[in-house]
């Protein structure tokens, strides 16, 4: 049974340049989703859905962590409680991934939440604090 996992990746000067998606694909039959990325010659960060067996997942982390990556589960979503929501917007302008799009026709807030990588930053910026963290 293959599932959907969503991890930080957390790279160092010595190994952004590794070929993790290529490895992913044909050393553990994963199908890597990056979800986003900020990588440069300093190192930095990818958020990255992984699809495949748990097995394969588990030693794909393995794999990854002997390379010095550093593998974060992100185990938790943003939901939002409908009945607390006003529409205001001010979730639309902070997220990165655009999860939040204001329909045009309504003028209500859209949550995507199959776009949202669960960064937090709609978390402060809700003012009826509608946005929630819940476990997967």
Known sequence: MRIDKKYLLRFTPSNFQEPVS????????IVPNILRAQVDENGGGLILE????VADIE???VYMEGLGIGVK???????RDESRCTHCGSCVSICPTKA?????????V???????IACES??????PRAMMMKPW
């Open 22 to 29: 290529y490895e992913l694909v044909k050393r553990f039959d």
């Open 50 to 53: 992984m699809n495949g067996r």
């Open 59 to 61: 030693e794909a982390k």
């Open 73 to 79: 589960a992100l185990d938790k979503h943003i939901d």
């Open 100 to 108: 939040f799009v204001v329909n045009r026709r309504t003028w209500e």
């Open 110 to 116: 859209e949550f995507e939440s199959e776009l949202c």
């Open 122 to 127: 709609c978390l402060s910026a809700c003012p």
